[in-house]
């Protein structure tokens, strides 16, 4: 059993930065491809951003390539989401996921832990 817990969010202004982070607790972390996750008020969930299990493998949303990276730090057991460029359209609920020798899917259903998010707001 992986538990999730994120930490990080909060209000930015437009353009500024967060560091989103995922700490995961169980062991065995070395072995799980993670991903993150957002949801708007009133949007479907969509993903963000993937790394496989080795941490070789990266994925973006086109929505956030360029502005966003993920990185997953094996000796701490946490997963972070660096976020740079921040727009209002960033605004959302981020969660993080994980699933054993998992490839970093961008698909919310391959992945078996969840966190319970934490909120993200960027003004204008």
């Known amino acids: 059993q992986v538990q999730l817990v994120e930490s990080g969010g909060g209000v930015v202004q437009a353009g500024g930065s967060l560091r989103l982070s995922c700490a995961a607790s169980g062991r065995a972390f070395s072995t799980y491809g993670m991903g993150w996750f957002r949801q708007a008020p009133g949007k479907e969930r969509e993903f963000v951003a993937g790394i496989n299990w080795a941490g070789g493998i990266k994925s973006y949303a086109d929505s956030v390539k360029g502005r966003f990276t993920i990185s997953k730090d094996n000796a701490k057991n946490t997963v972070y989401l660096q976020m740079n460029s921040l727009r209002p359209e960033d605004t959302a609920h981020y969660y993080c996921?994980?699933?054993?020798w998992g490839t970093g899917s961008s698909t919310a259903n391959r992945y078996d832990y969840w966190g319970q998010g934490t909120q993200v707001a960027v003004s204008s």
């Open positions: 996921a994980g699933q054993q």
